[in-house]
């Protein structure tokens, strides 16, 4: 179980955890108010399709984005997050790497960073230490501009594993608690695509940390590049790479489609509690 403000998560079966992007090349409209609303309506939509967790992101991580202030994205995220929290029965999770949005947002009712530059940036390890919700650190070879031009490891599994337990020991120097820390090996985010299969095929090597493991791969590139579909077809593969993460003990899943990775997600738990 972890504290996540208030709201329990319980870490001891996998969940899901649904996307809401609040950047505003989501939104065909740039008013504040609509795009509350309809940052509302999917999340209404992911929790009732089973999403435990909602991720609130307002800096895309796209290869070529726009750089975004502090200021821009709270105005971003803050009143999206507000209206979630005061409306839905749901754990909601800022993704983000800036120290005073994070900060922002806990106090607006998140109850969990995630943050893929794992708490890098400059104040992110004071801020989220006074935060004192749990944080997600994910791993990530580069940075979002230049990260897919030419990625390498010597050993990708061992690599990433080692950053992590890197990245723990600082946090729990700076007072994070050991038990509020999540782990991520960033799929996509500095990786090519042997590199990503390498890590899913291994996953189970992040069980030797002792710490709630999260995914995210719906839709990725990946997907692309091993069956050439584009963005709009990969639901299918996203699912099985689903599947395949809980089945080597991941805990929380990031996805763009809940009510699919629900029902995979139970199936799968299914079968691996089955004793017999
Ligand atoms: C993640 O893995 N990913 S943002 C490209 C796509 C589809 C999806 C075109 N934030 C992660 O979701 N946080 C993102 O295909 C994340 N783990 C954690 N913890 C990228 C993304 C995406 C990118």
Sequence with gaps: MLNCGGKTLDT????????????????????????????????RRMVNEGAVIIDVGGESTRP??????????????????????RELPVIISIDTSKPDVMCAAVAAGAGMINDVRALCEEGALQAAARCTV??????????????????????????????????????????????HLIIDPGFGFGKALGHNLSLLKHLDAFQSLALPVLVGMSRKSMIGAALGQPVEQRLPASIALAALAVWQGATIIRVHDVQATVDAVKMTWAVKKQNQ
Excluded at 158 to 177: H, K, Q, S
Aim: proline share 7%; net charge negative.
């Design 64 to 85: 070529g984005a726009a750089t975004v202030t502090a200021w821009q994205e709270m105005d971003r995220v803050v009143p999206v997050i507000e209206a979630i929290q």
């Design 12 to 43: 001891s079966q996998p969940q899901v955890m649904g996307i809401l992007n609040v950047t505003p090349d989501s939104f065909s409209d740039g008013g504040i108010f609509l795009s509350v609303e309809s940052a509302l309506v999917q999340a």
């Design 134 to 179: 749990p944080v997600c650190l994910m791993h990530m070879q580069g940075e979002p501009r230049s990260m897919q031009q030419a990625p390498q490891y010597e050993d990708v599994v061992a690599e990433v594993v080692a950053f992590l337990v890197g990245r723990i020991t600082v946090c729990v120097a700076a007072g994070i608690p050991r038990a």
